[in-house]
C-alpha cells in the first residue's frame, strides 16, 4: 500500500525548515520590538463563527464537520475572526489600546496552484482600540519593517480609505446588497469587469450615470501623495465623504514621520467585505507574477458584528508561504551555520561510553554537538564530519585517554591539536 500526502499539503524537510524558522523569527522579534505580544487560538472553531463573518458561501470552502457532541465546526480558514472570538471571550476589560499577534496554519478547501494551498500558514496581527491615522500608520509601518527584515526590497504597500467610497455610497443612497455587490466588483482589480458592471448594458447601479462617472474616475487614481489634490476636487461635492478624506490625508502626513516611503495610494483596494470601515491596504512584492500579494489589511470592527462593543481594530495577515516564495525568488534566502559545529567519535569500542559523555558535556556548555552512533569506521569518519560541514571532530582514541586527552581536528584548516578532556568545551568555543 503506498501512502500519499494529502492534495494541497506540503512536507518540509531540514533545510526548508530551518528557513522558515529564521523568517519566523525575525518577524517576531520585529513585532515584539513595536509591543505586539503574541496569542494562539484554536486550530478548529464553531463553523458560525466564519458564516458569521463571511456569509454561508464560506462552507464550501472550509474543512467542516460535526463532533460527536453534534456541533457543527470547522479547521480555521483564517485567524481575523477567531481573534475577535478571543478578545470577546477573555479581553473587553483589558486596557486599550491591545497590541497583539499570532502565527498558525489555516485551511481553505480550494483548488491547489502555484502559491495557494489547502494549508498554509498567516502570520499577522491586531492593534484593538486605537482607530485613529497614527494608530494605522504604526500598523503599516510595522509591516514594512517586516518585509525589510525578511531582506524584501521591492514590496510596494497599496493604501485607501473606504471610507471615501462609502461616504459616495451613503450620498446616493445605494443599498447595502447593492454596495456589496459593487465592492466585490472593484476588489477583483479588473477594470473593464467595473467599467461593464457600472456603466454597460446592464449596470449594477441604474438610472445613476453621476455617481457611476465618479466611481470610475475615483477607483482610477494611483499615485503618490500628490493625487490627494485630485480626490479632493473628485469628492468635494459629497459631503459625505469629507471627514475619510481628511482621515486620508492624516495618515499620509503620519506614515511620513513612520519613516514608511514605499507606498503608494491607489484607491481600487478595495479589501470587498463589509466590516472594513476605514483604512485598507495590500501589499505587492514585484518579480512574483500572479502571487505578488504577500499581505493585505485594514482597520475594521468584527466585535461588534459578533455582538460585541463597538470597538475597531486595525491589522493585517502575511500570507508567510508567499513570503517564503518571495525571499527565494528574489535571492534573499540565508545562508544559515550548520546545525552543529562538532563531531564527537570514538576511534575504538573501548572508548565509545567517553565520546558519549564528552558529547554530553559539550552540549551541556551549550556547544551543538553530534556524535557517531552507528560505529563508522575511522576512514569514514572525516567524510561523514564533512558532510555535515562541522568545524571541529573530537576524535576519542585509548591512547588519548590513557593520558586524559582526545584529539581535536580543524576540518578548515586540517590541523589537529592534543587537548586535555576537561578542557575540550573551552578549547572548542575560543576555536568557533
Given amino acids: 500500500m503506498e501512502f500519499e500526502r494529502p492534495r494541497g499539503t506540503r512536507d518540509f524537510l531540514f533545510e526548508e525548515m530551518r528557513q522558515r524558522k529564521e523568517a519566523e523569527n525575525t518577524l517576531r522579534r520585529v513585532f515584539e520590538n513595536y509591543g505586539f505580544g503574541e496569542v494562539q487560538t484554536p486550530l478548529f472553531e464553531d463553523l458560525k463563527l466564519f458564516t458569521t463573518k463571511s456569509g454561508e458561501e464560506i462552507v464550501d470552502q472550509l474543512y467542516n464537520f460535526k463532533d460527536k457532541g453534534g456541533r457543527d465546526l470547522t479547521l480555521r480558514p483564517e485567524i481575523t475572526a477567531p481573534i475577535s472570538r478571543l478578545y470577546l471571550n477573555e479581553m473587553q476589560k483589558s486596557a486599550k489600546p491591545i497590541k497583539l499577534y499570532y502565527y498558525g496554519s489555516c485551511f481553505r478547501y480550494e483548488r491547489p496552484q502555484k502559491g495557494r494551498f489547502r494549508q498554509f500558514w498567516q502570520f499577522g496581527c491586531e492593534l484593538i482600540g486605537a482607530k485613529s491615522p497614527e494608530g494605522e500608520a504604526e500598523v503599516i509601518a510595522m509591516c514594512n519593517s517586516s518585509l525589510e527584515a525578511l531582506g524584501i526590497t521591492t514590496a510596494e504597500i497599496n493604501v485607501n480609505h473606504l471610507g471615501i467610497i462609502r461616504g459616495l455610497f451613503k450620498h446616493f443612497d445605494i443599498d447595502e446588497a447593492t454596495q456589496r455587490e459593487i465592492m466585490i466588483v472593484i476588489d477583483k482589480g479588473d477594470k473593464e469587469l467595473l467599467k461593464e458592471s457600472l456603466i454597460g448594458e446592464n449596470p449594477i447601479i441604474k438610472d445613476n450615470s453621476e455617481l457611476n462617472e465618479v466611481l470610475l474616475k475615483l477607483i482610477d487614481m494611483v499615485g503618490d ?76 470592527n468584527l466585535v461588534k458584528l459578533f455582538g460585541g462593543e463597538d470597538v475597531a481594530s486595525t491589522g493585517f495577515a502575511l500570507g508567510f508561504d508567499r513570503l517564503m516564495n518571495a525571499i527565494e525568488e528574489l535571492g534573499g534566502k540565508k545562508e544559515l551555520p550548520p546545525m552543529v559545529n562538532t563531531y564527537v567519535a570514538a576511534i575504538s569500542d573501548s572508548t565509545r561510553q567517553k565520546a558519549f559523555e564528552i558529547t554530553q558535556n559539550l552540549r551541556n556548555a551549550d556547544i551543538p554537538t553530534e556524535v557517531d552512533l552507528s560505529r563508522k569506521k575511522f576512514k569514514k569518519i572525516l567524510s561523514y564530519a564533512n558532510k555535515l560541514n562541522v568545524k571541529n571532530v573530537v576524535l576519542v582514541g585509548e591512547r588519548d585517554l590513557e593520558e586524559g586527552n582526545v584529539t581535536v581536528k580543524d576540518m578548515e584548516s586540517g590541523e589537529q591539536e592534543i587537548v586535555a578532556v576537561e578542557d575540550v568545551a573551552e578549547y572548542i568555543k575560543s576555536n568557533l
Fill in 225 to 300: 501623495s500628490s493625487i490627494i489634490k485630485d480626490i479632493e476636487e473628485l469628492v468635494s461635492p459629497y459631503e459625505e465623504a469629507r471627514d475619510a478624506l481628511e482621515e486620508f490625508k492624516e495618515l499620509v502626513d503620519t506614515l511620513k514621520s513612520f519613516q514608511v516611503t514605499n507606498y503608494k495610494l491607489n484607491l481600487g483596494v478595495a479589501r470587498g467585505l463589509d466590516y472594513y470601515t476605514g483604512i485598507v491596504f495590500e501589499v505587492y512584492v514585484q518579480g512574483l507574477g500572479a502571487q505578488k500579494q504577500v499581505c493585505g489589511g485594514g482597520t475594521y
